[in-house]
């Protein structure tokens, strides 16, 4: 057979690539049934070669790859990409990847893709961080700038009950912990959660009662509740632009307690003598839709959440308590639970027998904050709610002497 002038380059070029005779050629391709009318890729398939589009060149098809563009390019220039199960032609896509999970892909004029930031590549849509790109799935979009970030935008609160205070007590003894509501703007937007949890301990959470905008709750780590006040103080310091932070009728000062020897139910039996001297100093509490008091009996039994003590599966929580003021009020607080805990008692009328003894730690805690004629107006409170609550009746013999106690100091101070 005569092969016209292009054919016979073709068979000449596939014999230098194959590194055989050109008769050789020349005869597999009469035996082939090439003819001059063949297109050139046809011919060279037959040869089981193929004409590579980025060099011009043939190659045996084992090294040769369709692109997704089809294009037939040598092996060495194609580049496979793990997202899309696809190859690409290298010079004109790069491999890049991008998180989580080392998935890979490849983009077309990578500098374009990379000003402006995002691709969409094999369905996921990807955007370019820090010399990287990232399945935009597994970014967070930050409110504050409107940009994506590989990291969740800090926040001044962490949703409700989404902190986790620190643990900072011992195994053994009584411990207490502290839920302080506060409205303050400017104290909120003062610290970021995640950074008051990791230098302090102490969380920082929203809460449905209090303004969306303003509001913040903080949790207490868990500490041993007879630590020295000084102990206190520098852990109360450490936070003292939130502690001392404004307040509205909103807010509550929750004190959780808990003692390793007692049930919730039994020490709260224990200590029940108490309850009606917390009435009477957060008289404005008792009826209130977050704090309502009740007989001991009847918290017991109820188990609710909104009333004077909530008693939880691990501790009580005094709810009965209104918003802390400042460091001082709150350390005030602790000193009377470490006082309740160290005299527990289920009689009221032995709260009001240390109320009138001038050396009992009861009488003088409480003559920190309260003259003796408001100690007696509390003590005729505490036969009150006995009376109305517990079914206890103080005699007016006690109270009576209480009064005579109570009122000398003032007699003699005229």
């Known amino acids: 057979m005569q092969f016209d002038q292009h054919t016979l380059d073709l068979l000449a070029e596939i014999a230098l690539f194959k590194g055989q005779d050109l ?22 398939s037959k040869f089981g070669l193929f004409r590579c589009d980025n060099d011009g060149c043939i190659y045996h ?28 032609n290298g010079n004109n896509y790069e491999i890049e990847s991008f998180g989580p999970y080392g998935r890979r892909f490849c983009s077309y004029y990578c500098d374009e893709i990379m000003s402006d930031g995002e691709a969409n590549i094999g369905g996921y849509t990807v955007t370019y ?19 994506y970030h590989k990291e969740a935008e800090p926040e001044y609160n962490f949703s409700y009950h989404g902190s986790n205070p620190a643990f900072k007590c011992t195994i053994e003894g009584a411990k207490i912990g502290f839920e302080i509501e506060k409205e303050d703007l ?19 959470e929203n809460d449905g009662s ?15 509740l007879h630590e020295s006040k000084d102990y206190f103080r520098n852990e109360f310091g450490r936070l003292k632009e939130l502690i001392n932070a404004d307040y509205s009728s909103n807010c509550g000062g929750h004190i959780n307690y808990s003692h390793p020897d007692y049930s919730s139910a039994n020490l709260l039996e224990n200590i029940k003598g108490y309850l009606p001297l917390l009435y009477s100093i957060y008289e404005h ?6 704090s309502k008091a009740k007989s001991t009996k009847d918290l017991i039994r109820d188990g609710e959440k909104y009333q004077s003590v909530n008693l939880k599966r691990h501790c009580i929580e005094f709810r009965i308590f209104p918003a802390v003021k400042n460091i001082e009020n709150l350390l005030w607080r602790l000193e009377l639970i470490q006082i309740i805990d160290l005299h527990k008692t289920k009689s009221p009328l ?65």
């Open 23 to 44: 008769k050789e050629i020349l005869s597999e391709a009469e035996t082939l049934g090439i003819s001059n009318y063949h297109a050139e890729n046809t011919n060279l």
């Open 61 to 88: 098809e084992d090294d040769l790859i369709i692109t997704y563009e089809d294009e037939s390019i040598h092996i060495s220039s194609a580049i496979y990409c793990d997202t899309s199960a696809r190859w690409f």
């Open 129 to 147: 961080i820090d010399g990287e790109y990232f399945d935009r799935s597994y970014l967070y979009y930050w409110e504050s700038d409107g940009e």
């Open 186 to 204: 400017d104290a909120k937007q003062s610290v970021y959660a995640h950074e008051l949890q990791s230098e302090t301990g102490w969380g920082k």
């Open 210 to 224: 209090l303004c969306a905008t303003t509001g913040f709750e903080l949790v207490s780590p868990v500490f041993s």
């Open 285 to 290: 509490r008792i009826n209130s839709r977050w």
């Open 350 to 414: 032995q709260v009001i027998n240390w109320i009138a003894d001038f050396n009992h730690p009861l009488h003088l805690h409480l003559s920190k904050v309260f003259s003796y004629e408001k100690l007696l107006q509390k003590v005729l409170l505490i036969a009150k709610y006995s009376q109305s609550l517990e079914n206890v009746t103080i005699s007016e013999r006690a109270l009576s002497e209480t009064e005579n106690a109570l009122t000398l100091p003032d007699l003699l101070k005229k």
